[in-house]
């Protein structure tokens, strides 16, 4: 007896919530365009994190037209980071749709097939800040080990640093250049497009300060994430990150100011996790770096921090590109993804598959 559409959609959901993977062609995909997955990827870095986020986030995957029909074929791969707010989904219709845009330059022969990884880091307070914390859980090593070892042995990934590309807007823009500093043994192109958080914040704004404040259980932060825009969800999303405290439930987390008062050793934590104080311990590291890319819209308010984090790499000897564009912080995300960043990946990653003892299970 043949599969009906409800059969269908019911062992997808199995498949999905199980964790295991499920390929299908993207909305409006055409014959030889690529597949996209939704998957979970359990994260060993993850566990255990004070907030009780899920240690299984959701990933979507973007497999190139040529996945299904060349089985010998390995391919490089993109990881790539949403912003402060977003899910996996930004990728796939909120601010870009990268895989019509990947298919649409790689037939027009503008692109070197790759496969896109993007992870959803959306938590109870609307985003990791992909930082390693008790609290929100260890997303440094999520991204640089838990989520390579998984797509390596799961995917015909080239499982070489040199053909591993990491990149994000925002949020993720933040967490592309800290844990590229961190980590290039593992990655070697990097793509920051308006990274936020990138100074030390030594003046706690007080107004945001006390309406975070207010906020004394996992109910009120549930409640507070559910409204639009940023609110209170920001300040505790970057407590959580920066200056999580075990002995300090509900919600196990420091504000940089109590009752009105600057708390100076929590808001030195916070000066700690901003990329623009750190850099200078992570210059040999950066340059190990094939391609490095900074962008940021003309009217974005986080230019100016984008701006001195290319002045600091120019006067390191950090060798990298900038780029001001005529846009604000969302409104050309889709386009420059097309344009910009899929053409930077398909330049720089190493397409060259090396003789590995890797082993993928598709």
């Excluded at 895989?99 to 790689?106: C, I, N, Q, R, V």
């Excluded at 590309?165 to 043994?185: C, E, Q, T, V």
């Excluded at 969800?233 to 196990?252: H, I, Q, R, Y």
């Excluded at 916070?270 to 940021?296: F, G, H, T």
Aim: net charge neutral; with cysteine; charged share 20%.
């Amino acid at each position: 007896m043949g599969m009906t559409r409800s059969m269908f959609v019911a062992m997808s959901a199995a498949v999905v919530a199980a964790g295991g993977w499920l390929l299908q062609g993207h909305a409006g995909a055409a014959p030889g365009a690529g597949t996209v997955e939704h998957i979970k990827v359990h994260g060993a870095s993850l566990e255990g994190n004070l907030e009780g986020d899920s240690a299984d986030p959701e990933v979507t995957v973007y497999a190139p037209p040529s996945y299904a029909s060349e089985r010998t074929r390995r391919y490089p791969v993109l990881y790539l980071m949403h912003g402060y707010g977003g899910t996996d989904g930004t990728w796939t219709g909120r601010l870009a749709k990268l895989p019509e845009s990947a298919d649409k330059l790689a037939a027009a022969g503008g692109l070197h097939e790759m496969i896109v990884v993007m992870p959803n880091a959306y938590s109870l307070h609307k985003g990791s800040m992909y930082s390693n914390s008790v609290t929100s859980g260890d997303w440094e090593g999520y991204i640089a080990h838990d989520l390579v070892a998984y797509m390596d042995s799961h995917y015909r990934t080239i499982p070489d640093r040199l053909s591993r590309g990491l990149a994000g807007h925002s949020m993720g823009g933040y967490g592309a250049i800290r844990i590229g500093m961190k980590r290039p043994d593992v990655f070697a192109n990097l793509y920051v497009m308006s990274g936020c958080c990138l100074t030390a914040a030594l003046n706690p704004r007080a107004e945001a300060m006390a309406a975070a404040e207010q906020i004394r259980t996992r109910e009120d932060a549930q409640k507070a994430a559910q409204a639009p825009g940023f609110g209170s969800s920001v300040t505790l999303a970057e407590a959580a990150a920066w200056s999580p405290n075990p002995a300090n439930p509900p919600l196990f987390l420091d504000l940089p100011m109590k009752d009105g008062k600057v708390r100076p050793e929590i808001v030195a934590k916070w000066a700690a996790n901003a990329p623009l104080a750190m850099i200078d311990q992570y210059v040999r590291n950066l340059k190990q770096y094939k391609s490095i890319a900074i962008e940021v819209g003309t009217k974005d308010n986080l230019r100016a921090s984008n701006k001195l984090l290319d002045e600091t790499m120019t006067r390191f000897g950090i060798a990298h590109t900038y780029e001001e564009y005529d846009g604000d912080h969302t409104n050309r995300v889709a386009e420059r993804v097309e344009q910009n960043v899929l053409p930077f990946f398909s330049k720089n990653l190493s397409f060259a598959a090396a003789a590995t003892g890797s082993t993928a299970r598709r």
